[in-house]
């Protein structure tokens, strides 16, 4: 019997010390977490007088920014209900007098607003001198490389780079990023004392960004509602401010009583009265935040 139990012991310590080596010997299959989707990210800053509201469109997203014009003015919600958009943030320049662009707008590789077919800029004499400036002024870009969706800031005369074709633009200026060009954009001429955009003294502002990894960052800058008469940002510290969100390029949109930012659902607005109310403006062009 005695035998007999042993014989059981060394079984069974041979059948173990098998299995031990048949499951060290199996590979083993490592887990990997799928990576977090990229979605758009919404935050807003407290700067000293106004309040910045951001937007972060990550690259190769499901996301899309891209321009829309409208016929006649309309609110930042008119276009959100119209094209189903995400996120609206107002954008190139225009009359309101007549309600046409100040701004070359190109959707879908087509010229669709072009600032040469607006008889009150091309025959105001006090920007007769200005005009080959104004006609020059920087945009935001969408061009296809290939396969391959790639934004940009550029100068209107720029060629598209090699490889890649311009699909959509939204013209409005100066550039602010990776330096101010108020000057060579024709929006001040220090000699005769012209500031087309107040640049050195606070006002609602609206910028369009692209981060070095090619990332969109869209921002409004608010008035504060318990300051309005001194509030909002200059165009330097709105370069500085674009550079803190980790902006390689940026460029300055329409601003003032036009800042208006929209997402899912929420308008906020950058220009308020003196009773501190939100001024709504209704506006020409808006760079759309829609799914892909």
Not at 91 to 99: S, Y
Not at 112 to 134: C, F, G, H, M, T
Request: glycine letters at 6%; a positive charge.
């Amino acid at each position: 019997m005695r035998k007999i139990k042993l014989l059981a012991l060394i079984l069974i310590s041979l059948v173990m010390v098998l299995w031990f080596n048949l499951r060290s010997s199996t590979p083993s299959i490592s887990t990997v977490a799928s990576p977090p989707p990229k979605t758009i990210r919404y935050f807003k800053r407290t700067l000293p007088q106004s309040i910045a509201h951001i937007l972060l469109i990550p690259a190769n997203s499901k996301f899309l920014v891209t321009p829309a014009l409208s016929q006649k003015v309309a609110t930042v919600e008119e276009f959100a209900q119209k094209h189903r958009a995400v996120a609206i943030l107002n954008a190139g320049f225009f009359d309101p007098v007549n309600q046409k662009s100040t701004s070359y707008i190109v959707l879908q590789g087509k010229l669709v607003a072009d600032p040469k077919q607006n008889e009150r800029l091309v025959n105001n004499p006090n920007l007769k001198s200005y005009l080959s400036q104004i006609f020059n002024r920087t945009e935001f870009r969408r061009y296809l490389c290939g396969q391959t969706v790639r934004y940009d800031i550029a100068l209107h005369s720029q060629s598209p780079p090699a490889g890649c074709k311009l699909v959509d633009a939204v013209g409005a200026g100066p550039r602010l990023l990776p330096e101010l060009t108020s000057v060579q954009e024709g929006f001040v001429d220090n000699a005769n004392k012209r500031d087309a955009l107040g640049s050195n003294q606070p006002n609602a502002r609206t910028s369009v960004g692209i981060t070095r990894d090619g990332s969109v960052v869209l921002v409004m800058v608010a008035q504060k509602s318990s300051s309005p008469a001194n509030s909002g940002v200059s165009l330097p510290a709105l370069a500085d401010f674009m550079k803190t969100l980790g902006a390689d390029q940026a460029m300055n949109l329409d601003g003032g009583s036009s800042s208006s930012l929209y997402y899912k659902g929420k308008t906020f607005y950058g220009k308020v009265d003196l009773e501190g109310n939100s001024i709504k403006r209704p506006v020409k062009s808006v760079l759309l935040v829609q799914e892909n």
